[in-house]
């Protein structure tokens, strides 16, 4: 009966466990410094997440652990959040904190939340993927824009005439 709690409880963990892939044309690591940089085409993947860009460096911990991805270069992404909620977009940096689960996406961004259209353009966009908070600021003076989806009732009713 142990043996069987013992092999459900690791098959259980096992499931919730994500590896953090990363694709890429060119690779070089600094294993004291714990860096390893990412040029050409790179495409990280982790569960649903996808991010891609044209270079991307992981900074690791003693344990050889990820705790910061910085991402540069024509940033492009798609994320599920723990709520399920889905998010894609573009920008020109993100910042990836995995102990904190938080995308940081910086300049120019640009971040469609597809299940209800909101989009939010604006220079700093923060995404936590626990709770499913946000957040944006801009830069320069420029306004941060959120565009909302309305569905005009009006436009399904039909007219009653007697």
Not at 31 to 40: A, E, H, N, R
Not at 84 to 102: D, H, M
Not at 123 to 142: L, M, Q, R, Y
């Amino acid at each position: 009966m142990k043996k069987i709690i013992y092999i459900s409880l690791l098959c259980a963990l096992g499931l919730y466990a994500e590896e953090l892939k990363v694709f890429s044309e060119n690779f070089r690591a600094d294993q004291p410094k714990g860096v390893s940089v990412f040029t050409g085409k790179v495409v990280v993947t982790k569960g649903l997440d996808e991010l891609n860009a044209s270079k991307v460096t992981i900074y690791t911990d003693s344990n050889r652990k990820p705790t910061k991805m910085v991402a540069e270069g024509d940033v492009s992404f798609y994320i599920v959040t723990e709520l399920k909620e889905k998010y894609r977009g573009k920008s020109q940096r993100a910042v990836y904190l995995p102990n904190e689960r938080e995308y940081q996406f910086y300049t120019k961004v640009d971040l469609i939340r597809i299940d209800d259209f909101r989009r939010v353009k604006g220079d700093k966009v923060v995404v936590n993927t626990i709770h499913g908070h946000a957040s944006a600021d801009s830069a320069n003076n420029e306004p941060v824009m959120m565009v909302f989806t309305l569905q005009d009732n009006n436009s399904t009713k039909k007219g009653t005439s007697k």
